[in-house]
């Protein structure tokens, strides 16, 4: 176990170079399996999501061989085995993945229920919904879910909820059906697009990824690939509200600025400098200035992302003036909430967890806290490099989850971060 002592109220200035994104990472390595050719993966995230998920895989018989920290060499023709040992996937969410994947390769999967970030009840009824649409039998048993199919058929859904997961689920499920699947109502999140681009370049045909109806023609087999992932949405918005929070002159390398339009344009409109170049984006906030309150609800993409809005709080928490912060996506994504108020932060968080009001205060100051999961995590560092004093962050482990090198790239930009062992 580790902590991170932070020593926080330095402006930050300097370069990072944002990397692979997690959670299309994952529903590639997932889909890598679906040939029995090799595929290659580059730009992959150095995180422990990412090291379980090809655990997890290697325990059913893939060959995974590590070309390095961000190059992996995948091949699923040598799985022997649908059962995916629970002690992989009650580390991970995407651990579900498998389901589909295992699914569209041998109509057959036995995956235990996902562990995850608990930031809501985060069921997996949309997923079974699209799976039985294939005419794939799903039985939810002792704690796993138990799938099996004697000919995966192509077939018309609509998604009650428009879910990432699912929405992956299912087009793995789908890729080698007979005939079309359309499934509709669907997520538009960029890691969906990357795994949609990621199975055509296998041999797939999907088409409408990114938008609210995605079609899949069923082809025989898929072919071996090399890809490259897409940059991480969610490590670049976190960065650029680390600059908003502890101000400074930070350019973000190796990002796709379309990706970022939501976090952008409400870090502009609470004033803090952000241009855009063709795979950069230089944030500049200036030392001594407060940003300014606004509104902020979380949304689908394009909208604001609810993985982002555990860093926006920490951002608000010293605006001026008073600030609403609404998660429409997750169920009880504010846990975070009270360690902000040990550093003196003034929030108020609605009786439902739907929402909370941010009273900005002019400054905080640094506090032991605990980080309840993963984005969370990213606000209490951002938070604490932003407060007067010294902080001790405890569960970095959870930030360990989605943020390769966290306290090392926060170093290169001048923050005094030590990660040191309990
Ligand atoms: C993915 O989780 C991400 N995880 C989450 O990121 C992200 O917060 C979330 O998408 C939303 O963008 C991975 O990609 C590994 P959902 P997922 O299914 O797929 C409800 C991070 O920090 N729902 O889009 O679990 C669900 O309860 C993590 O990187 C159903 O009702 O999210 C939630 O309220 C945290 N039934 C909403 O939909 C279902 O069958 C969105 O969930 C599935 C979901």
């Not at 009824?125 to 192509?154: M, N, T």
């Not at 650029?240 to 990002?255: E, P, R, S, Y």
């Not at 032991?368 to 951002?382: F, K, N, Q, S, Y």
Request: aromatic share 4%; charged share 25%; glycine share 10%.
């Amino acid at each position: 176990m580790n902590q991170y002592i932070i020593n926080g109220g330095k402006p930050l200035y300097g370069d990072v170079t944002i990397g692979g994104a997690k959670n299309a990472a994952l529903g590639i390595i997932a889909a890598a399996i679906l040939t029995d050719e090799t595929v290659t993966i580059e730009n992959l995230p150095n995180v422990s999501d990412i090291n379980v998920l090809l655990e997890a895989i290697r325990s059913i018989g893939a060959t995974v061989d590590r070309v390095s920290d961000h190059e992996v060499k995948i091949c699923g023709a040598t799985i022997t085995s649908e059962v995916v040992d629970s002690e992989y996937v009650q580390k991970i969410r995407a651990s579900y993945y498998l389901l589909g994947a295992l699914i569209g390769k041998r109509g057959k999967a036995h995956v235990a229920m996902p562990g995850g970030c608990e930031i809501g009840a985060r069921p997996m009824d949309q997923h079974l919904k699209g799976f039985r649409a294939l005419g794939v039998k799903c039985e939810e048993l002792d704690g796993s879910i138990e799938a099996e199919v004697e000919h995966l058929k192509g077939s018309h859904m609509v998604l009650d909820v428009s879910s990432v997961g699912a929405t992956i689920n299912i087009m793995l499920a789908a890729v080698l059906a007979e005939g079309t699947t359309v499934i509709e109502g669907v997520a538009k999140e960029p890691h969906i697009v990357d795994v949609a681009n990621f199975l055509n370049s296998m041999g797939a045909k999907i088409r409408g990824a990114g938008t609210n109806a995605i079609r899949v023609y069923g082809t025989e087999k898929l072919h071996g690939t090399t890809y490259s992932i897409i940059p991480d949405q969610i490590e670049a918005g976190t960065f650029m509200c680390l600059v908003a929070a502890t101000k400074g002159d930070v350019t973000l390398h190796n990002v796709i600025p379309k990706h970022l339009e939501s976090i952008t344009s409400k870090l502009l409109e609470i004033g803090v400098n952000v241009e855009e170049s063709d795979e950069e984006v230089r944030v500049v906030a200036l030392p001594g200035t407060r940003v300014r309150s606004t509104r902020v609800q979380t949304n689908v993409y394009p909208g604001f992302p609810t993985d982002m809005q555990p860093q926006i709080t920490a951002v608000l928490m010293c605006a001026q003036g008073n600030s609403d912060v609404t998660e429409s996506i997750f169920e009880s994504r504010f846990r975070y909430v009270e360690q902000l108020r040990k550093m003196g932060a003034s929030i108020d968080v609605k009786e439902d967890q739907s929402s909370c009001k941010v009273h900005g205060v002019a400054a905080v100051t640094g506090a032991d806290m605990d980080i309840p999961d993963l984005r969370a995590g990213a606000a209490l560092t951002i938070a604490a490099l932003a407060a007067e004093g010294r902080s001790v962050l405890s569960g970095i482990e959870y930030i360990e989850r989605g943020y390769e090198d966290f306290d090392l790239k926060l170093r290169e930009l001048g923050a005094d971060i030590e990660k040191v062992p309990v």
